[in-house]
């Protein structure tokens, strides 16, 4: 009873979020009803901490699992990945090979920020796969990708130092989101921060006040997203005959989003909390 209280009040904060929750709820359902097996129970309990994950909540979580709950985590993990399935097969093994060299430098780097170290970290697998020689045709390079004029921003010398690089990337990412206003959520705030990182924030404001001007909430991601939808095909839509640039942003988001809860759910045997509190 307890527990199915608490979560009707997490209902009603999700209420206010977006409404995009679906696995919440599944869950609110399921509890809905008279009774349901132990094993069911157990299963609705997992997706209920991932769902506290993506909500950027501030929740105790069980510090060790049994075999059979560690299994519960990978079918979890192949349902959020059904759609790119060798993509997860990549992931996990860079996360066995490559984020351990690096997970002190994430750790470290958020802690001066508003975030999680598994989102910086997120971030930087979307931008490199945590190889910190990677260059682009345009010529952002490292972990964290900074263009030089970020670097210079940020006071980075050596874009591919690892250090530098994700200092710099979270620095500049906490800089960017603090630029926005204080009556957006957090939520709003990451997913409006990242299409910055990755498009600059010219792009956001311009869309943020495209959506105004449509009577949109300019304070809500997924109504600036249509709005900078307009703004990127007005400045770039002469680049190509096919228009791709807001379906990448789009993805781009969605991705580091997926890294971020994929992560959240691998590390949470040695992470008491998610994502910081606001």
Not at 204 to 228: G, P, Q, T
Request: glycine share 4%; aromatic share 14%.
């Amino acid at each position: 009873v307890l527990f199915r209280s608490y979560m009707l009040c997490i209902y009603q904060l999700l209420d206010r979020v977006d409404g995009k929750i679906i696995f919440f709820s599944y869950i609110a359902k399921k509890i809905g009803g008279i009774m349901f097996g132990y094993l069911k129970f157990r299963y609705s309990f997992i997706f209920f901490l991932s769902v506290l994950t993506v909500l950027s909540l501030e929740a105790p979580v069980l510090k060790s699992y049994s075999a059979e709950e560690k299994t519960f985590f990978m079918e979890e993990l192949e349902f959020y990945w059904r759609e790119d399935k060798p993509g997860l097969t990549t992931f996990l093994e860079r996360t066995n090979t490559r984020l351990p060299k690096y997970k002190l430098l994430f750790e470290e780097a958020a802690e001066g920020i508003d975030v999680h170290w598994s989102l910086i970290a997120a971030i930087s697998y979307q931008e490199s796969h945590w190889n910190p020689k990677a260059i682009s045709d345009t010529g952002v390079r490292g972990m964290m990708m900074l263009t030089q004029k970020t670097a210079k921003e940020m006071g980075i010398n050596r874009r591919t130092n690892p250090e530098d690089s994700i200092f710099g990337g979270a620095n500049y990412f906490q800089k960017t989101m603090n630029r926005l206003p204080n009556e957006i959520s957090k939520l709003d705030k990451i997913w409006m921060s990242l299409a910055a990182y990755n498009l600059g924030y010219r792009n956001l404001e311009l869309a943020r006040d495209l959506a105004k001007s449509k009577n949109l909430d300019s304070n809500v991601w997924s109504e600036v997203s249509l709005a900078l939808k307009d703004i990127l095909k007005d400045r770039y839509g002469r680049e190509s005959e096919e228009f791709v640039k807001h379906d990448q942003v789009m993805k781009y988001v969605k991705n580091i989003s997926l890294y971020y809860k994929t992560l959240s759910i691998l590390y949470k045997e040695e992470e008491l909390l998610v994502l910081a509190n606001e």
